[in-house]
């Protein structure tokens, strides 16, 4: 059983900065790439940004020069720094990851999601 638990989403005005975390848990050999996607009211799900094992990190051009995703492999651990918040960043946030378990080889796995709201 793996679990992905994103905390961190909160109410922020725009031009202010939220940093969001991913923890993940259970029976873990390996964690490959993991994600973060948002999903608007009524948008469909969006990729923000991913990063491999290795820390090599690739963003969607929305978000390019505002957000900042890393990881700390050895807490299983994925994080995104997001600054200069706009109200279009308002969204359900969810951690995604490739995660090689004991008893299930490799699979995708995701979180439940924090919100993150961007208004005056």
């Known amino acids: 059983q793996v679990q992905l638990v994103e905390s961190g989403g909160g109410l922020v005005q725009p031009g202010g900065s939220l940093r969001l975390s991913c923890v993940a848990s259970g029976s873990i050999r390996s964690i490959n790439d993991m994600y973060w996607y948002r999903q608007a009211p009524g948008k469909e799900r969006e990729l923000v940004a991913g990063?491999?094992?290795?820390?090599?990190?690739n963003y969607a051009e929305s978000v390019k020069g505002r957000v900042t995703i890393s990881r700390d492999n050895a807490k299983n651990t994925l994080y995104l720094q997001m600054n200069s918040l706009k109200p279009e960043d308002t969204a359900v946030y969810y951690c995604?990851?490739?995660?090689?378990?004991?008893?299930?080889?490799?699979?995708?796995?995701r979180g439940q999601g924090t919100q993150v709201t961007v208004s005056s």
């Open positions: 995604n990851a490739s995660i090689v378990t004991r008893f299930f080889g490799q699979m995708y796995y």
């Open positions: 990063i491999t094992r290795d820390g090599n990190p």
